[in-house]
């Protein structure tokens, strides 16, 4: 257990509905990331937050996402109008950038299936 | 940001050294490596980093040519439990490649 926690572990939706996804950080991180993979691939990056500044957007991650981070703290990940084709695991991090280093911390997960 | 190159997989006999290249000819003075895995359905681990010297850990060490280039994950003593991806990642914006496929043998 790395102290990030993902909720929920599994999604089975139909295309076309709208899901939410949250994670809850190590507390004292300043860094939240969000990941998707899919089979036999790393994670991609989608997006970051300093804090609750979202500092940069993947091109991967289209109109119909959209994450927040209110406060600084967790963060939640929505998709709408799911397709298909964002069937992956969704991956959560963070991190506390100090000095130059920045090692991050994985949740768990959340696996997506859109049917 | 610098970008990585990894082997896609590599063997190893259990109990013997496990030796992980990554070549990052890109890298900036700054920028430090930082290796992670992941097992099966997992989220993946951080294992260690680096910036300049060899470091270790009780996971791993790592080894960082003079020049900065390439550098190695070594784990001593490979068990069943080390069979995982590995990924070699430089800088701080974390993008992952395919990473190495470690398999451990008995």
């Known amino acids: 257990d790395t102290g990030v926690s993902q909720d929920p572990r599994h999604k089975i939706t139909k295309r076309g509905q709208n899901v939410t996804f949250r994670c809850d950080p190590i507390s004292e991180h300043n860094r939240l990331y969000w990941y998707r993979q899919t089979l036999g691939q790393g994670p991609e990056f989608l997006t970051y937050f300093q804090n609750e500044a979202q500092l940069e957007k993947s091109r991967l991650l289209s109109d119909r996402f959209s994450a927040e981070r209110p406060k600084g703290s967790f963060s939640t990940l929505e998709i709408q109008r799911t397709e298909q084709g964002d069937s992956a695991m969704y991956l959560c991090?963070?991190?506390?950038?100090?000095?130059?280093?920045?090692?991050?911390?994985f949740g768990p997960g959340t696996r997506l299936t859109v049917l | 940001d610098a970008k990585t190159t990894q082997p896609p997989s590599m063997d190893c006999a259990e109990g013997r050294a496990a030796n992980l290249p990554c070549n990052h000819s890109t890298i900036s003075g700054n920028e430090y490596v930082y290796w992670y895995r992941q097992i099966h359905s997992q989220g993946p681990q951080y294992i260690i980093h680096?910036?300049?010297n060899n470091e270790t850990n009780e996971m791993a060490s790592l080894i960082i040519t003079e020049d900065r280039k390439s550098s190695t994950l070594i784990l001593p003593h490979a068990t069943l439990r080390d069979t995982a991806v590995y990924y070699c990642?430089?800088?701080?914006?974390?993008?992952f490649g395919a990473g190495t496929r470690l398999t451990v043998k008995p």
């Open positions: 991090a963070s991190s506390l950038v100090a000095g130059g280093r920045n090692e991050q911390f």
């Open positions: 680096g910036l300049k």
């Open positions: 990642i430089v800088g701080n914006d974390m993008r």
